[in-house]
């Protein structure tokens, strides 16, 4: 009879939408990112890409908030969140002023983090790193308008300019890694950094339908990560979840012909998961 594996839990966490994920340490305190799962039906463009069964409710807890740049799919229920929870907002420090002025939010809980740092927190650390969005033609008056919240949207504007990525460093050894638009070097980051998983938008818009996975893998076996799980691919899993299926087979096809470890897999929205390590009988 073989032995059970034995398994200790690194992380548990989920993917919400887009780029949405949550996760909670071990030591009780959870970290949300870009906090966008329900918004009004008035605002129609982002209605498509939501999740409308899953509401604010349905967080038990979140004590920090993390956002990766300011488009109303990345902050379009922060308010939400910070009503609820009172977390700290982490943010590029270029967004920090707009955020208060927007939100109703404590100006002590908003906390401004810049490129290239590393920054303490219970139960984690985060290191920040230059992002830039996927190439999009909005002028500042389009994206201004291009809004999921009433009001001003110069956060809107400030979307396309600030982005930030982060490897997420946990006290067992842990190193995720989020990574939004462009690679801008990520990839050759890692081979000193070596992240153990990578949470990663695709390689473009959804719109963008040439070589997916081929993009996808390339930047994945460039990275050297053993797990990439995709994020920011809710439009593909809503309107076209076979083609989202073949793209994740084809990586996993790419990295298997390349003799690479890593494998891509498509988390189920809001279901919870763990980051095990595992020793099993072979
Ligand atoms: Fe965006």
Redo the contacts with the bound molecule.
Sequence with gaps: MKDTPFVTHGLKFRWINAQCFEFQFSNGKTLLTDPYFDVPERFKEGVGMSLMNFHVEDIEQVDYVFVN?T?G??IANLQQVCDRFSPTVICHSAVAMEIAKTHVVPLTSIYPVDFNGRYYFDGFSLDTYHGT??K?PSSYEEAKAFTMQDGDNELGVM??IFNVNFILNLPEGLRIAFV??NDDGMTERFQEIRPNILIRNKMGSSRDFDRVAERFADIFAKSSTQMLIPMHCETWVNERPEFLDGVIRDMNQIMEEKGLLGRAKLLERTKWHYLDLVISEA
Aim: hydrophobic content about 0%.
């Design positions: 740049h488009h799919d990345h969005h996927h999009n979307g396309s939004g638009g």
